[in-house]
Nanobody, 125 residues
């Protein structure tokens, strides 16, 4: 089983960019479908992006499509979330998650059984 650690969050002005990283420890990283979720204060955790085991297939939430891009490097056991054109409504705690159940990128939070601690992203207007 892998353990996940996110990094790269911070404070950025609207229109700016950040790249989040999620480093996995343990074996078999490439056997997990990976995803990014976020949770704003007072709101439920929501799907942001998901990527297949090989990285050949991705899904992005409509709210971030065209602005965010998920990618992974299995050799480095790392998944990334490149975030461009950030908006104040993107402010949230961002979580990396791993799924051993899914066969492809999954939007359903219940499919993900391993979670990181989260990294805060704050976008000022």
């Amino acid at each position: 089983q892998v353990q996940l650690a996110e990094s790269g969050g911070g404070l950025v002005q609207a229109g700016g960019s950040l790249r989040l990283s999620c480093a996995a420890s343990g074996r078999s990283f490439s056997s997990y479908v990976m995803g990014w979720f976020r949770q704003a204060p007072g709101k439920e955790r929501e799907f942001v992006a998901g990527i297949s085991r090989s990285g050949g297939s991705t899904l992005h939430a409509d709210s971030v499509k065209g602005r965010f891009t998920i990618s992974r490097e299995n050799a480095k056991r790392t998944v990334y979330l490149q975030m461009n054109s950030l908006k104040p409504e993107d402010t949230a705690l961002y979580y990396c998650a791993a799924s051993a159940l899914s066969t492809g990128p999954a939007t359903n939070i219940a499919m993900y059984g391993i979670w990181g601690q989260g990294t805060q992203v704050t976008v000022s207007s």
